[in-house]
């Protein structure tokens, strides 16, 4: 049984409660670490108003200070191993990266992973949250094709450590096709640079599968994926819901490869 999460959200972004109080509730359930990562969704173009908007490298860096300030406060306080990073939503452009690189090299961090949350086109003037999305919705080929395209890039690019809910696109039913070479792709350049994954219990909880689900876990199986299972907890409550069965998954289809950042 795990006794760890490396992702899960504070109210430095969308979850409901402090970084105090989920280290302090993490501590309750006998967990080892816990790793706080709020959303990081840097871009020049960000026309979101979510709380965690940046649309300036300025922005970016402000944000980030501030949610390591608040996290070192914080696990001053509890007597459990605390890990900081940031669930990041990167994109393929020299632009983004380039202002990414001057964001790292001013601001602190444990490891960092990448989740693709958005759809986007080639030239990131236009991006789409998976979440919104349905099997009912029609999307260009340009928007589908950078799913599997922007998560290549993001195992290339060497900054992230693992990659969060990998097979979100496929829950939502809107590909037109299987994926199945960029599946394979992604997956082999994984197991060339060593690049962990998650089980994440986030739409289990909610009555939906784990991502990534059974099926693909079995395609990711041959190649030695390095796995954790995480939470995305956006509340105290949700801390190591489903973990029990998680396990269970794991051990039915016998993926014994797994990881603990802590123990890195
Ligand atoms: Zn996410
Ligand atoms: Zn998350």
Redesign the pocket.
């Known amino acids: 049984m795990s006794n760890f999460t490396y992702h899960c959200h504070t109210t430095n972004s969308d979850g409901k409660n402090t970084p105090l109080e989920m280290m302090q509730r993490a501590k309750e359930l006998g967990f080892k670490s816990i790793g706080i990562t709020d959303h990081f969704s840097y871009h020049p173009n960000n026309d979101d108003h979510s709380p965690w908007d940046m649309s300036t490298v300025d922005k970016a860096i402000d944000y980030w200070l501030k949610c390591y300030d608040k996290v070192q406060q914080a696990a001053a306080q509890v007597d459990i191993k605390v890990l900081f990073g940031f ?1 990041v939503d990167f994109y393929k452009s020299a632009r983004w990266r380039s202002d990414f690189e001057k964001i790292l090299a001013r601001c602190p961090y444990d490891y960092l992973l990448t ?1 693709t ?1 958005y759809l986007r086109n080639a030239d990131e003037s236009k991006r789409i949250s998976i979440f919104h999305t349905g099997p009912n919705g029609t999307y260009e080929d340009e928007l589908l094709d950078s799913f599997w395209d922007t998560t290549a890039a993001a195992v290339q690019s060497g900054y992230f450590d693992f990659i ?2 990998m097979d979100l696109f496929e829950h939502r039913g809107i590909a037109k096709k299987a994926y199945t070479d960029e599946k394979a792709r992604v997956f082999e350049l994984m197991q060339r640079v060593h690049m962990a994954a998650e089980l994440n219990t986030g739409a289990k909880r909610h009555g939906a599968l784990f991502y990534p689900s059974e099926t693909f876990l079995k395609e990711m199986l041959p190649y030695d994926i390095s796995l954790m299972v995480n939470d ?1 907890a956006h509340s105290t409550e949700q801390l190591g819901t489903c973990f029990d069965e998680a396990e269970d998954l794991l051990a039915r289809i016998g993926y014994t490869n797994r990881i603990d950042l802590a123990q890195k």
């Open positions: 669930e989740s949350h969060g809910h995305d």
